[in-house]
């Protein structure tokens, strides 16, 4: 079994930075994918980033060039990095593990961005 905590999201002003932070804990293997989706109110479940253990990354077209993703192995843990936020950029922002073909998911941060 596999828990994921996130941490990091609150309130921030359009053109601000804020720096979510998720770390798993159970049974991790060494090959495995964490990222990041939101969810806006009204509105699907979206991807944001992808990090693949050994550092590949893949982003939404959206965030591209203002989010970053990265992980730290050693701690399982995995952040994301949102400067130059936009009020689109409002949402709740889901953690994710995915290994051996099971996806797992953190209980959601609600990131606010304020114009």
């Known amino acids: 079994q596999v828990q994921l905590v996130e941490s990091g999201g609150g309130l921030v002003q359009a053109g601000g930075s804020l720096r979510l932070s998720c770390a798993a804990s159970?049974?991790?293997?060494?090959?495995?994918?964490m990222g990041w989706y939101r969810q806006a109110p009204g509105k699907q479940r979206e991807l944001v980033a992808l990090?693949?253990?050994?550092?590949?990354?893949n982003y939404a077209d959206s965030v591209k060039g203002r989010f970053t993703i990265s992980r730290d192995n050693a701690k399982n843990t995995v952040y994301l990095q949102m400067n130059s936020v936009k009020s689109e950029d409002t949402a709740v922002y889901y953690c994710?593990?995915?290994?051996?073909?099971?996806?797992?998911w953190g209980q959601g941060t609600q990131v606010t961005v304020s114009s």
């Open positions: 159970g049974s991790i293997f060494s090959i495995n994918v």
């Open positions: 990090i693949i253990s050994r550092g590949t990354t």
């Open positions: 994710t593990l995915s290994q051996r073909g099971l996806d797992y």
